[in-house]
């Protein structure tokens, strides 16, 4: 942990000497006195991945909506994917179910049925002990394929995570992460731990506006490495890095502003943008183009989602 002697000195020649902008080194100074809760093992990059992933609607065109019912706080989606080649307007129905039937023992996180008439069913209960979530995945078709998930936060700075299936529980995966001042460390594994295999391994470092972390996965053959750096309170920029593995040498640059506007370039020269509008409260446009450089084509998509 950083002491207050240690960090406030410092903050002072910072903010006399200009060097940042007080309004930004105080969002530093908050974000280096928290301590960061342990996130998901394949959240160890979500920084840099929110910058470099998240909100590029570069092909087809979607719409969605969500509406939250009387009946128990129950929330109805719907995704269509317009213009689809075999239907006009394929599309996807999912319902969410706090309280079922007035039973607040357990939640039905997902009730989804897809453009083909399958099912998705995700439940869970949090009640059952102090720090423990179980869950259960199914679709509704072959027991076989009922997955049972425990997620454990009764440890301080500590998340365990274990899924199994239901009718063969030595068929599981599992992960344990643990954060500690401004680092989170992680590990994944799965059954073939049990014959000799070797997990995955992370780590990740938050301090103000610096991101940074590292994958390490497939026998420690193939390392993804993030970066992120919030160089304003408005502008965001990110980069990622595969050494090793079939992704070899590729890469990611991206930039974001306010969160509205992206552009990133990739290995494969490509390049894509995005733009997200708030037309009005719950109504918003995303659209985005991508342009091959090495082909020389393009696409683009638009996403309406209503809320």
């Not at 939640?107 to 995700?122: A, P, Q, R, S, T």
């Not at 259960?136 to 425990?150: I, R």
């Not at 974001?256 to 708030?278: E, F, M, N, T």
Request: proline share 4%; glycine share 10%.
């Amino acid at each position: 942990a950083i002491s207050a002697q240690a960090v406030f000195p410092f903050a002072a020649r910072v903010i006399d000497s200009a060097v940042v902008p007080q309004a930004a080194f105080a969002e530093s100074l908050f974000l280096l006195s928290l301590d960061m809760a342990p996130v998901k093992f394949d959240d160890i990059p979500k920084v840099a991945n929110e910058v470099l992933s998240d909100d590029y609607q570069v092909s087809g065109h979607v719409f969605k909506a969500k509406q939250k019912t009387s009946w128990g706080g129950a929330v109805l989606s719907t995704q269509v994917d317009l213009f689809g080649k075999e239907c006009a307007t394929p599309a996807k129905l999912a319902w969410k179910l706090p309280v079922p039937f007035g039973c607040t023992h357990f939640c039905v996180d997902k009730l989804e049925m897809d453009k083909g008439g399958k099912f998705k069913l995700e439940a869970s209960a949090g009640k059952l002990y102090p720090g423990l979530k179980v869950d259960c995945k199914s679709d509704l078709a072959d027991v076989n394929k009922v997955s049972v998930g425990h997620t454990y936060t009764g440890l301080k700075d500590t998340q365990l995570k274990l899924e199994h299936k239901l009718t063969n529980p030595q068929e599981f995966t599992g992960e344990v992460t643990y954060s500690t001042g401004i680092a989170t460390c992680g590990m994944k594994f799965t059954s073939a731990v049990l014959s000799g295999g070797i997990p995955d391994f992370g780590v990740r470092l938050l301090s103000g506006p610096y991101f940074c972390s590292v994958l390490a996965k497939e026998k420690f053959g193939a390392f993804t490495a993030h970066g992120f750096y919030k160089a304003t309170p408005d502008v965001k920029c990110a980069a990622s890095y595969q050494y090793g593995g079939k992704s070899n040498g590729n890469f990611t640059l991206g930039v974001s502003y306010k969160g509205l506007y992206k552009v990133k370039v990739a290995q494969d020269q490509s390049i894509c943008c995005s733009v997200k509008h708030s037309a009005a409260k719950g109504f918003t446009v995303l659209s985005g183009l991508k342009y091959d450089i090495k082909k020389g084509g393009y696409s683009y998509g638009v996403q309406l989602s209503i809320e």
